[in-house]
């Protein structure tokens, strides 16, 4: 009995792969034109709620469309600017900084903007929203209050953007959900602690060479938890908000929480490993300890810390004005 899925054969980056022209659709693009439409549709029902109404004005459909496309424009730049000079250790982008954007490889292939960072995609979505409110004098936390009760749902087909690219797969497992992702890194089945761990889940090895061992598919996780759970959570409370900008905080410490704790499943970056790590030798596809932390990890402690600095001053502000 195997213990272990294999990442489905019938799924290719490319939604038509064998199609000329149509070969340039990927399934992570299409993932993004979702998220976004999800995210639309839900700031629209909000908006009718009148939530982003005040006695000046009453948002409508064009101030929600201008809203989200300054948010995605600033979200998608900073994504990328975070993956390129911050994750990436080549030092390809910062010699060569034309490349940030450039959507082909080496040989002239289209690759599209392959490499985002949510913690990038984080600080430039808000940055978008704050430049959006300013120019058109409208309340910040109200509007940012609003747009996060879309966020997380949205996020959620992007993490599944991931699973269909066959990226961001967690560290090796011998839970029964643990999938083979065939880019992940291959191991000698030579080695004792490999034999060991193919017998736990009924894998046969070849007498010599390379094996691909099963992971966890913290996509999923990261779909679920970051994206559906959070959601539930923020939609639940929108209508129960004790000051503008509490949303805000929820979400922002929630994917923090969230986050930092799938990323003890999530096999860190390659060329970072991990930032702090109580012992620096450690291999990052398994965790051998709770104290090794990844960049991912320590980005989203801040994000828990700010969020909870947010919460004491806004409730603390809000008695106040009582």
């Given at each position: 009995?195997?213990?272990?899925?294999?990442?489905?054969?019938?799924?290719?980056?490319?939604?038509?792969?064998?199609?000329?022209?149509?070969?340039?659709?990927?399934?992570?693009?299409?993932?993004?034109?979702?998220?976004?439409?999800?995210?639309?549709?839900?700031?629209?029902?909000?908006?009718?709620?009148?939530?982003?109404?005040?006695?000046?004005?009453?948002?409508?459909?064009?101030?929600?469309?201008?809203?989200?496309?300054?948010?995605?424009?600033?979200?998608?730049?900073?994504?990328?600017?975070?993956?390129?000079?911050?994750?990436?250790?080549?030092?390809?982008?910062?010699?060569?900084?034309?490349?940030?954007?450039?959507?082909?490889?080496?040989?002239?292939?289209?690759?599209?903007?392959?490499?985002?960072?949510?913690?990038?995609?984080?600080?430039?979505?808000?940055?978008?929203?704050?430049v959006w409110c300013k120019f058109k004098k409208r309340p910040v936390l109200k509007w940012i209050?609003?747009?996060?009760?879309?966020?997380?749902?949205?996020?959620?087909?992007?993490?599944?953007?991931?699973?269909?690219?066959?990226?961001?797969?967690?560290?090796?497992?011998?839970?029964?959900?643990?999938?083979?992702?065939?880019?992940?890194?291959?191991?000698?089945?030579?080695?004792?602690?490999?034999?060991?761990?193919?017998?736990?889940?009924?894998?046969?090895?070849?007498?010599?060479?390379?094996?691909?061992?099963?992971?966890?598919?913290?996509?999923?996780?990261?779909?679920?938890?970051?994206?559906?759970?959070?959601?539930?959570?923020?939609?639940?409370?929108?209508?129960?908000?004790?000051?503008?900008?509490?949303?805000?905080?929820?979400?922002?410490?929630?994917?923090?929480?969230?986050?930092?704790?799938?990323?003890?499943?999530?096999?860190?970056?390659?060329?970072?490993?991990?930032?702090?790590?109580?012992?620096?030798?450690?291999?990052?596809?398994?965790?051998?300890?709770?104290?090794?932390?990844?960049?991912?990890?320590?980005?989203?402690?801040?994000?828990?810390?700010?969020?909870?600095?947010?919460?004491?001053?806004?409730?603390?502000?809000?008695?106040?004005?009582?």
């Amino acid at each position: 009995m195997f213990l272990y899925i294999n990442f489905p054969s019938w799924i290719h980056d490319q939604i038509f792969p064998n199609v000329k022209y149509l070969s340039l659709l990927r399934w992570y693009g299409l993932m993004y034109l979702v998220a976004f439409s999800t995210a639309y549709y839900l700031l629209q029902k909000v908006r009718k709620e009148g939530a982003l109404d005040t006695p000046e004005y009453k948002a409508t459909e064009d101030d929600i469309f201008s809203f989200i496309f300054t948010g995605i424009i600033f979200l998608l730049v900073g994504a990328r600017l975070f993956s390129t000079l911050i994750y990436d250790t080549s030092g390809l982008y910062k010699s060569k900084p034309w490349l940030i954007f450039w959507p082909f490889d080496a040989n002239g292939k289209f690759t599209g903007l392959a490499g985002m960072s949510y913690h990038g995609g984080f600080v430039g979505g808000l940055l978008g929203m704050i430049v959006w409110c300013k120019f058109k004098k409208r309340p910040v936390l109200k509007w940012i209050d609003a747009m996060v009760c879309a966020i997380p749902l949205g996020y959620t087909f992007g993490r599944l953007g991931n699973f269909m690219n066959g990226e961001l797969y967690g560290r090796i497992t011998t839970m029964p959900w643990g999938m083979v992702f065939p880019a992940a890194e291959r191991f000698s089945a030579k080695l004792p602690w490999v034999k060991e761990f193919a017998q736990k889940i009924g894998m046969e090895l070849p007498a010599s060479g390379l094996v691909n061992l099963p992971r966890h598919p913290s996509q999923f996780y990261e779909a679920f938890f970051e994206g559906i759970v959070l959601w539930l959570i923020i939609w639940n409370l929108r209508k129960y908000k004790k000051f503008d900008g509490m949303l805000a905080a929820v979400y922002t410490g929630g994917y923090g929480f969230f986050r930092f704790f799938i990323e003890y499943f999530r096999e860190p970056d390659a060329d970072l490993g991990y930032r702090i790590a109580k012992d620096s030798s450690a291999p990052i596809y398994t965790n051998t300890s709770l104290l090794n932390f990844s960049t991912g990890q320590i980005l989203c402690f801040l994000m828990m810390l700010l969020a909870i600095v947010f919460i004491v001053v806004g409730l603390r502000l809000s008695k106040k004005e009582k």
